[in-house]
T-cell receptor, first 112, second 113 residues
Framework: DTAVSQTPKYLVTQMGNDKSIKCEQNLGHDTMYWYKQDSKKFLKIMFSYNNKELIINETVPNRFSPKSPDKAHLNLHINSLELGDSAVYFC???????????FGSGTRLTVV | DAKTTQPTSMDCAEGRAANLPCNHS???????VYWYRQIHSQGPQYIIH???NNETNEMASLIITEDRKSSTLILPHATLRDTAVYYC??????????????FGQGTTLQVKP
């Protein structure tokens, strides 16, 4: 029943590893997003996809690569993880504006 | 950068109305004001949005000034579960469908017994 679901909920990994976070929405929304919330609690947009097409790519290192196999899924792959990547990553989806976004419950990534 | 400014923190007594102010003096004519809240590192939760008119739903009311340069979110009867960070956001529009919500620091609302 969860509208926007992310997996895993927690992820602890070593520096240099490659990891993926998955996101799925069952709301029929056309647009999906990835946000990062750092230790200072600021939420920053990273990427946005509309119908599988990348439409927003903020200043994010190339180590981060989003992939959208269909409009209900948006995954985030991170290569060569660094300590500074430790954060909570939120997936969200929306229909055409001015509708609001629906956020997932987040993935807490800890890089050690 | 966020286009809104909010007080860093506020307190409210349980059962009383919580009035959260927001300034958005550079808002454009077709930009909506959105309110979200985040309870203890859960995902942000949509509350309400508006353009010009005041809006009300089951969660809250949104009062927008006539010049649209500020707004107030009203939680009519605050409960302890309303303790959260409240974000006032003006969606930044781009070409095509490249609009995005830019979160500021928000207001930490503490509802006290």
């Amino acid at each position: 029943d969860t509208a926007v679901s992310q997996t895993p909920k927690y992820l602890v990994t070593q520096m240099g590893n490659d990891k993926s976070i998955k996101c799925e929405q069952n709301l029929g929304h056309d647009t999906m997003y990835w946000y990062k919330q750092d230790s200072k609690k600021f939420l920053k947009i990273m990427f946005s996809y509309n119908n599988k097409e990348l439409i927003i790519n903020e200043t994010v290192p190339n180590r981060f690569s989003p992939k959208s196999p269909d409009k209900a899924h948006l995954n985030l792959h991170i290569n060569s993880l660094e300590l500074g990547d430790s954060a909570v990553y939120f997936c969200a989806s929306s229909q055409a504006p001015p509708r609001g976004y629906t956020f997932g419950s987040g993935t807490r990534l800890t890089v050690v | 950068d966020a286009k809104t400014t909010q007080p860093t923190s506020m307190d409210c007594a349980e059962g009383r109305a919580a009035n959260l102010p927001c300034n958005h003096s550079t808002i454009s004519g077709n930009e909506y004001v959105y309110w979200y809240r985040q309870i203890h590192s859960q995902g942000p939760q949509y509350i309400i949005h508006g353009l010009k008119n005041n809006e009300t739903n089951e969660m809250a009311s949104l009062i927008i000034t006539e010049d649209r340069k500020s707004s107030t979110l009203i939680l009519p009867h605050a409960t302890l579960r309303d303790t959260a960070v409240y974000y006032c956001i003006v969606r930044v529009e781009g070409s095509g469908n490249t609009g995005k919500l830019i979160f500021g620091q928000g207001t930490t609302l503490q509802v006290k017994p």
